[in-house]
């Protein structure tokens, strides 16, 4: 069992819907979780960067963690096709740890 | 902008070939990562430095590939003797005042 598992899609959304991106993980040492969103041949771009559990919201971007179901979340509302990109979501065990990723979600907003 | 430039951004190589890539910050940074991410996989931890000191190295890192950081600032790594399966995009990071990590662009490698 890898220690992040993140379903590759492709997924595919009409633009304005919300959109739900989810990862589950293994390991409950994790407690700095991260959603990265990654265009083609680019770097990866950090979104969000959240610390154990709960929510956090930014613009249209909601990351939400549960780590008593070590399952963690992003939702993005109001999706545009200038979201389209593979999101990777990530995480540590300590704030300076290196970073553990899923493999990403492919995602399509179709105009 | 990220703060941190990457280069070349690609490289194509000969099997056997030796290549350097190097990361260059734009401000200081205390922690600078090395990640490898291939097609269709996140990216994979490799190596990282605290200033100059490298303090973790991965299983990843067979004996061809080494890393400097010699001043605290920019970083190399270095892949001797390359192979089909080293192409990737390397990709280097830099922690951020709040222990985030930022990438950079990444340098695009294949070996044929």
């Known amino acids: 069992q890898k220690e992040v598992e993140q379903d590759p899609g492709p997924l595919s959304v009409p633009e304005g819907a919300i959109v739900s991106l989810n990862c589950t993980y293994s390991n409950s040492a994790f407690q700095y979780f991260m959603w990265y969103r990654q265009y083609s041949r680019k770097g990866p771009e950090l979104l969000m960067y959240t610390y154990s559990s709960g929510n956090k919201e930014d613009g249209r971007f909601t990351a939400q963690v549960d780590k008593s179901s070590k399952y963690i979340s992003l939702f993005i509302r109001d999706s545009q096709p200038s979201d389209s990109a593979t999101y990777l979501c990530a995480m540590s065990g300590e704030r300076d740890d290196k970073i553990i990723f899923g493999k990403g979600t492919r995602l399509h907003i179709l105009p | 902008d990220t703060g941190v430039s990457q280069d070349p951004r690609h490289k194509i190589t000969k099997r056997g070939q030796n290549v350097t890539f190097r990361c260059d910050p734009i401000?200081?940074?205390?922690?600078l990562y090395w990640y490898r991410q291939t097609l269709g996989q996140g990216p994979e931890f490799l190596t990282y430095f605290q200033n100059e000191a490298q303090l973790e190295k991965s299983r990843l890192l067979s004996d061809r590939f080494s890393a400097e950081r010699p001043k605290g600032s920019f970083s190399t790594l270095e892949i001797q003797r390359t192979e089909q399966g080293d192409s990737a995009m390397y990709l280097c990071a830099l922690q951020g005042s709040t222990y985030e990590q930022y990438f950079g662009p990444g340098t695009r490698l294949t070996v044929t």
């Open positions: 401000s200081e940074h205390n922690r």
